[in-house]
Each structure stands twice: as structure tokens, then as C-alpha cells.
């Protein structure tokens, strides 16, 4: 299920991609294929990087032009992916980059809506790249970083589904086992095994050294591509989500403090503090003279 759930969220950040290389720089899609053919000789090398370059490539018999140009906008799905999302949430595990991809293929689903809302203003877009080297060089490190995030969380979830119902699973057999005919397939799983193999109690993908120089490698072209795309009006879920993922994940501090406070005013939730026992569960007496108590 998890495999799959992978799978949607690898799938959209490969479909953000084209369609960042189609509307910001207007290539054509056989240019793209071309684009993904050499992604496909580096570190983006995978079953569906490749096949994304024969699927771009392909003519359509009846019209002449590109296949992917006269395919109907609207993907499907059979469930897996929001089944991953449902059990996800079930564990308390945030899975963004899944939810998102289940949630586009919705939308993408959501006709009525679309065009209703089609034309709609876009306020004052910026100018496309004038770099087209570089910005494609930018969109394949975008891509990686925000792959390593899929799997980072993916992963997670198994973790956590694992000591929830006492699986005993090892992740990096997980990774060896994907590594073999499944359609997540990739050169990548090898470093996902390997990282497993270095420390088995790994709490995130993305603290293990090579993931982490791999994102510290591409991060700046990774927000230069959410910008942009931001600027042109291009949406991108996938990656925007995984950059904010991973910004909160290095963050000292997070605004769920201010959540939980609020918590504690109309609901007497309670709260820790950062100078008290982690254990240890106090209230404010809100509606009192504010003074706080040990719950």
C-alpha cells in the first residue's frame, strides 16, 4: 500500500516537472523526453523516469502530434493511494507529499469545478527564465529532493505501522525488496538500503548523510524552482509541500506552540513547557485571574 502510495507521490512530482519544462519554458513534449532521457543516466535513474521519455516520445496515430498533448487531463485512481493517506493519518504520520499527489489526481478529476473557475485572474505573473539551462538543471535537483521527501515519509509510515501492530519489519529490507521489479524501482533504493543498513533506528531518510547532502546540494535550486513556478502561476503541490515538509522538519521552533495555547483557552487542553518535565501537563486559568496550574 505504502509502495503505492510512493508511487502516486512520485508520479506527481515527475507530472510537476513537465509541466514546468512545458509553461515555463515552452519546450515541446519530445524535448521534454529528451530531458528526462538524461535525468534517467544520473541520479534521478528509475523505471518511471524512463518510461516518462518513452510516453512523451509517442506520436498520436490520428492527430500527428503528441500523445501526452491529446490525452484527457483528468488521472484516475484505483485507491491505494488514499488508503495510504487514511492510515497515515490513523498513525499520526504526516505523509504531505501522498496527500497531495491523491489530492491533485481529485482535482484533476474535479470537472465542474474547473471549468467553472477557468480564465479566472491570475494577478501579475512574472517573466519566464531566461536560463533554460540552468532552470532545467534546477527543476532536476527540485525533483530529487522532493523524491528523497516521498520516500523520507513513506518510509516513516511503515516505521510507525510497524511498532504500531508489531510487523518487525526492517526497512531496508523493504528497500531491497522494491528494488526488484516493483514500478518504484531505482538506483535510489540502493542508498535507501544502505542508509538502513548504517543505523537501523534512522528517524528520518533525510537525516542519513547522503540524503542530507543531496538536499543540502539541491536546496537552493529547489526553492528557485517553487519561486518561479509560484511567479508564473504554475502549480506545483508536490513540490511546494515537500519544501515546506522539510523546512518545519529544520525548524527549532514551530507555531504549534500558539496552536496549543489556543487549545488550552477554549478547550482546557493543556500544555507542556520547555522549562518543566516533557511528561509533566499545565492550564492557564483563562477565564480567571490567568494564573497557571499543574493539570
Given amino acids: 500500500m505504502v509502495h503505492n502510495g510512493i508511487e502516486y507521490s512520485d508520479m506527481q512530482l515527475i507530472g510537476e516537472a513537465y509541466q514546468l519544462l512545458r509553461d515555463a519554458l515552452g519546450l515541446s513534449a519530445p524535448q521534454i523526453a529528451e530531458v528526462f532521457a538524461d535525468w534517467n543516466s544520473g541520479d534521478l535513474d528509475s523505471y518511471l523516469i524512463e518510461i516518462t521519455a518513452e510516453v512523451l516520445r509517442q506520436t498520436d496515430a490520428k492527430t500527428g502530434k503528441p500523445l501526452v498533448d491529446v490525452i ?5 485512481q484505483k485507491g491505494t493511494g488514499r488508503w495510504t493517506v487514511k492510515s497515515a493519518l490513523d498513525l499520526g504520520v504526516p505523509v504531505t507529499g501522498i496527500a497531495e499527489a491523491v489530492f491533485a489526481r481529485a482535482l484533476s478529476g474535479s470537472v465542474a469545478q474547473r471549468k467553472a473557475t477557468t480564465g479566472l485572474a491570475s494577478g501579475n505573473l512574472g517573466e519566464r527564465p531566461t536560463d533554460a539551462t540552468q532552470f532545467i538543471d534546477d527543476v532536476s535537483k527540485a525533483l530529487y529532493a522532493s523524491k528523497i521527501i516521498a520516500y523520507a515519509q513513506g518510509f516513516n509510515q511503515i516505521q510507525a505501522g510497524s511498532a504500531e501492530y508489531n510487523w518487525g519489519i526492517k526497512p531496508g529490507d523493504m528497500a531491497r525488496i522494491w528494488r526488484g521489479g516493483c514500478i518504484i524501482r531505482a538506483k535510489f533504493l540502493n542508498r535507501i538500503t544502505e ?13 542519513a548523510p547522503y540524503f542530507r547532502e ?72 483563562w477565564s480567571g485571574d490567568r494564573t497557571e496550574i499543574e493539570a
Fill in 195 to 207: 542508509a538502513f543498513d548504517e543505523n537501523a533506528e534512522l528517524a528520518t531518510l533525510i537525516a
Fill in 214 to 285: 543531496a538536499v543540502e546540494a539541491g536546496i537552493d535550486s529547489w526553492r528557485r524552482v517553487v519561486v518561479k513556478a509560484t511567479e508564473l502561476g504554475i502549480p506545483i503541490p508536490g513540490f511546494a509541500s515537500a519544501l515546506s515538509y522539510y523546512d518545519a522538519l529544520r525548524t527549532e521552533r514551530l507555531p504549534a506552540a500558539l496552536t496549543q495555547g489556543l487549545r488550552d483557552f477554549f478547550g482546557a487542553h493543556t500544555y507542556g513547557r520547555i522549562d518543566a518535565d516533557p511528561a509533566a501537563r499545565f492550564h492557564t486559568l
Fill in 72 to 76: 484527457l487531463d483528468e488521472a484516475e
